[in-house]
């Protein structure tokens, strides 16, 4: 079965360090990879999908970046974080390229808060 | 493009049904899903359900879809202080190599015993 994994659970940081979030999923090969932020207000924005290793896509401009090293492993960067970068960060996966696709299984999230 | 819009509020009484409703404005839709959030963790996906099925019920939970309304609801039997969550409806969005999912804002849902 699918596993997917999110590290770490917490971070706190200071504005303007750097940030590194990872995802990994297990039990399947060439994963569509999603990233999500949910901030406080509770609604869920994508801020990047990748369709394969190296293939990123970016929703909204912002101060985040999104790599994608190996097929099944989805990193989350930032050079400088921000206030309001703080935020709960889910990472997904859908099985690519199949019909019913779409469905989306969410990893246990990682809780920024910045400082 | 794509909206996908909930009520944000739902309080019911434990064993009392609870019915969560859902619009999406995409008529295209193959799949629309029900994804539960309990505190501090990511999204289950609770069921989802076709766009030629009106109906899919899945032991408590019975999911209505209205598509000349773009209209869907989730109403949860029986319901129990374990269901306090909040629900997100979502809705599938195009992009060049497959669906991404457009949710909406959530309902909170409050059981009180």
């Known amino acids: 079965s699918q596993t997917i994994h999110q590290w770490p659970a917490t971070l706190v940081q200071p504005v303007g360090s750097p940030l590194s979030l990872e995802c990994t999923v297990e039990?399947?090969?060439?994963?569509?990879l999603y990233w999500y932020r949910q901030a406080a207000g509770r609604g869920l924005q994508l801020l990047f999908y990748?369709?394969?290793?190296?293939?990123i896509s970016s929703e909204v401009p912002q101060n985040l970046s999104a790599s994608r090293p190996q097929d099944r492993q989805f990193i989350l960067s930032s050079k400088k974080l921000l206030l309001s970068d703080s935020g709960f960060y889910l990472c997904?996966?859908?099985?690519?390229?199949?019909?019913?696709?779409?469905?989306?299984?969410f990893g246990p999230g990682t809780r920024l808060l910045v400082l | 493009g794509e909206d996908v819009e909930q009520s944000l509020f739902l309080s019911v009484r434990e064993g009392d049904s609870s019915v969560i409703n859902c619009t999406y404005t995409?008529?295209?839709?193959?799949?629309l899903y029900w994804y539960k959030q309990e505190p501090g963790a990511g999204l289950q996906l609770l069921t989802y359900?076709?766009?030629?099925?009106d109906m899919k019920q899945d032991q408590r939970l019975t999911v209505l879809l209205n598509k000349k309304d773009k209209h869907l609801s989730l109403r949860i039997a029986d319901t129990q202080t374990g269901d306090s969550a909040i629900y997100f409806c979502?809705?599938?969005?195009?992009?060049?190599?497959?669906?991404?999912?457009?949710f909406g804002q959530g309902t909170e849902l409050s059981v009180k015993p």
């Open positions: 997904a996966w859908s099985h690519a390229a199949v019909f019913g696709g779409e469905t989306q299984y």
């Open positions: 039990g399947t090969s060439n994963p569509n």
């Open positions: 990748s369709v394969g290793i190296g293939q």
């Open positions: 995409d008529s295209s839709s193959t799949y």
């Open positions: 359900i076709f766009s030629n099925m």
């Open positions: 979502a809705d599938v969005g195009y992009y060049n190599q497959g669906g991404k999912l457009i």
